[in-house]
């Protein structure tokens, strides 16, 4: 069956069955290979893509289900303004080991961003629970995301002077 989907801006038209994941038609059909298999039930999150920039888990979504949304992967987060402040944070705060999940966990973190531009530690802890890192690495990213937030407006650090 044919489906065209818009991934990262672009049309792609592809044949497939109707149940195949989206996660398999990213990867093997418009080569994207972003987005990881994990767990293949949407339980570690390594296969996080954006649908209409809502966070979903692509093993475990038919390509049938996608209909006419927008798709945005790790390849495309980075042309975003969130994405690219949360890139440049990963490499800052060097959170990367072995970097499987990492895709997944920045897709996560840019929809609560977007959502949610300075969360609280609480606000990170909710919306990054269910993304798993078998490095360990939670520390790091929560300190990412931190410095990817735009912090709130408290005034001008300046006061005038009287004369």
Same mark, same amino acid.
């Given at each position: 069956?044919?489906?065209?989907?818009?991934?990262?801006?672009?049309?792609?038209?592809?044949?497939?069955?109707?149940?195949t994941?989206?996660?398999?038609?990213?990867?093997?059909?418009?080569?994207?290979?972003?987005?990881?298999?994990?767990?293949?039930?949407?339980?570690?999150?390594?296969?996080?893509?954006?649908?209409n920039?809502?966070?979903?888990?692509s093993c475990?979504?038919?390509?049938?289900s996608?209909?006419?949304?927008?798709?945005?992967? /790790?390849?495309?987060?980075?042309?975003?303004?969130?994405?690219?402040?949360?890139?440049?944070?990963w490499?800052?705060?060097d959170?990367?080991?072995?970097?499987?999940?990492?895709?997944?966990?920045?897709?996560?973190?840019a929809?609560?961003?977007?959502?949610?531009?300075?969360?609280?530690?609480?606000? /990170?802890?909710?919306?990054?629970?269910?993304?798993?890192?078998?490095?360990?690495?939670?520390?790091?990213?929560?300190?990412? /995301?931190?410095?990817?937030?735009?912090?709130?407006?408290?005034?001008?650090?300046t006061?005038?002077?009287?004369?």
């Open positions: 069956m044919q489906f065209t989907l818009k991934v990262n801006g672009r049309a792609h038209t592809v044949d497939v069955d109707a149940d994941p989206l996660l398999w038609v990213l990867r093997d059909e418009i080569d994207l290979k972003g987005a990881k298999f994990g767990c293949g039930a949407g339980l570690c999150g390594a296969c996080t893509v954006h649908l920039g809502a966070p979903v888990r475990s979504l038919p390509v049938s996608v209909g006419n949304a927008a798709v945005t992967t /790790i390849e495309g987060i980075g042309d975003t303004p969130v994405g690219a402040r949360l890139q440049k944070a490499l800052d705060v959170v990367v080991q072995c970097g499987y999940c990492q895709a997944g966990q920045i897709m996560s973190a929809a609560l961003l977007t959502q949610t531009p300075a969360p609280s530690d609480d606000d /990170i802890v909710s919306a990054m629970n269910g993304n798993i890192c078998r490095c360990g690495t939670y520390l790091r990213i929560h300190e990412a /995301i931190k410095r990817a937030a735009i912090k709130p407006n408290l005034g001008s650090a006061t005038k002077q009287r004369t």
